[in-house]
């Protein structure tokens, strides 16, 4: 199987992204440890940041195989190839943004980017998903 080269790049740069989840993994391993502190809503929203990065990652990775299976051009094969990457950093983003203040006990402002990652990531699966229902 031969990947276009949009897809190829895409996939180099999630894989390369990956290493930010693995980052993210470290510091909950050191929260659970006792080596880093944070309180109970930055733990769970860490949490949440840390295991949404690593599976819209991974999603991401297959919608590049998938997109190449449809005959989608322009701005529909960019929202169906990149939409889950962006939520993939608006999603995590969210999470961990609006709690990093030491001690910090409600989220701030930055809250709102794990909505508008739910928005572009369903944009982009409903972009994908008609391209695939509509291929030959």
């Given at each position: 199987?031969?990947?276009?080269d949009p897809s190829?790049?895409?996939?180099?740069?999630?894989?390369?992204?990956?290493?930010?989840?693995?980052?993210?993994?470290?510091?909950?391993?050191?929260?659970?440890?006792?080596?880093?502190?944070?309180?109970?809503?930055?733990?769970?929203?860490?949490?949440?940041?840390?295991?949404?990065?690593?599976?819209?990652?991974?999603?991401?990775?297959?919608?590049?195989?998938?997109?190449?299976?449809?005959?989608?051009?322009?701005?529909?094969?960019w929202v169906a190839r990149t939409g889950?990457?962006?939520?993939?950093?608006?999603?995590?983003?969210?999470?961990?943004?609006?709690?990093?203040?030491?001690?910090?006990?409600?989220?701030?402002?930055?809250?709102?980017?794990?909505?508008?990652?739910?928005?572009?990531?369903?944009?982009?699966?409903?972009?994908?998903?008609?391209?695939?229902?509509?291929?030959?």
């Open positions: 199987m031969n990947l276009s190829r790049v895409m996939a180099g740069i999630l894989l390369l992204s990956l290493v930010t989840v693995e980052s993210g993994g470290a510091l909950m391993f050191r929260i659970v440890r006792g080596r880093h502190q944070a309180n109970a809503l930055q733990t769970t929203f860490f949490r949440a940041g840390h295991a949404h990065a690593g599976v819209f990652l991974t999603l991401a990775l297959i919608s590049q195989v998938l997109v190449d299976a449809t005959d989608l051009s322009g701005v529909a094969e889950v990457a962006i939520a993939a950093l608006l999603i995590p983003g969210g999470f961990f943004l609006s709690v990093i203040r030491p001690g910090t006990t409600q989220p701030n402002g930055l809250v709102r980017m794990i909505p508008a990652g739910a928005i572009v990531l369903a944009v982009g699966f409903a972009t994908l998903g008609v391209g695939l229902l509509a291929a030959p």
